[in-house]
């Protein structure tokens, strides 16, 4: 077949056309496996939802675990997005032996301060985080690929941080659990009770700046208190 040039301009519009309908299926799956569950959505469910027949999940995704896992693909690509500029920064101040402890303090700050970014922004941040509490319940298709990529992209590089800050092993039990304490006062904020300190609809510009300061504030205090003696 001959490319012309009305069938050369219509291909980014056909490849546009296709990206929208890949995205409104994406977004109306998470809301509706968020909602009823992996088993209790069904893609008939999810279909109707986006406004698309159901043979498009299958064109786009396979079936319906193949859809599943690419919303968690897409989560992953969402973290990878947010932590993109410090991540780098990161790597090379553990590279090197000269970094300083406040500078060292200071991207551990940083970190949990674009975490706290990471899990209050976007359209859909309740249904996403109703839709890890479920799979963490229901131990869903792709469960281990989320619990991967929170380990690669923020568990690992605060412990790392948090153990060179001390002079301590990332394998010692006490940094461990001083990073789980850390993170935790970030992941409080994604509570998945039925009511909720903190709505969704509450997260506004100043409410995330307060967070913000908040979490500083109690890392700056728990870097205090376990650094050595002098």
């Known amino acids: 077949m001959i490319d012309t040039p009305s069938t050369v301009r219509g291909r980014p519009a056909t490849q546009a056309r296709g990206e929208d309908t890949r995205r409104r299926i994406l977004e109306s799956a998470l809301d509706l496996f968020a909602a009823h569950g992996y088993e209790g ?9 986006a406004g698309v027949n159901l043979p498009a999940i299958q064109y786009y995704f396979g079936n319906k675990e193949g859809l599943y896992r690419a919303i968690i693909e ?3 690509a ?6 993109a500029e410090v991540s780098p920064r990161v790597r090379a101040a553990l590279d090197d032996p000269a970094a300083t402890p406040p ?16 899990v209050t922004s976007g359209t859909q941040v309740e249904s996403r985080r109703l839709f890890f509490a479920r799979a963490e ?4 298709p792709g469960l281990d690929r989320l619990h ?17 800050l001390h002079g301590k092993p990332e394998a010692d039990r006490e940094m461990t659990m001083r990073t789980m304490a850390l993170i935790g006062q970030v992941v409080i904020f994604c509570s998945n009770n039925k009511r909720p300190i903190l709505a969704a609809a509450g997260l506004d510009g100043e409410s995330v700046r307060l967070m913000k300061q908040i979490v500083r504030e109690q890392t700056l205090a728990i870097c205090r208190a376990a650094a050595p003696a002098e």
């Not at 319940?137 to 869903?140: N, Y």
């Not at 991967?148 to 060179?164: E, V």
């Open 74 to 76: 897409d989560i992953v």
């Open 103 to 118: 500078e060292l303090t200071e991207l551990l700050c940083v970190m949990l301060e674009t975490f706290v970014t990471l």
């Open 41 to 49: 959505a069904s893609t008939r469910q999810i279909a109707e939802s």
């Open 148 to 164: 991967d990529n929170g380990m690669r992209q923020i568990f690992n590089p605060c412990l790392a941080l948090f153990a060179r």
């Open 78 to 83: 969402d973290t990878e997005r947010h932590m």
């Open 137 to 140: 319940v229901e131990e869903t």
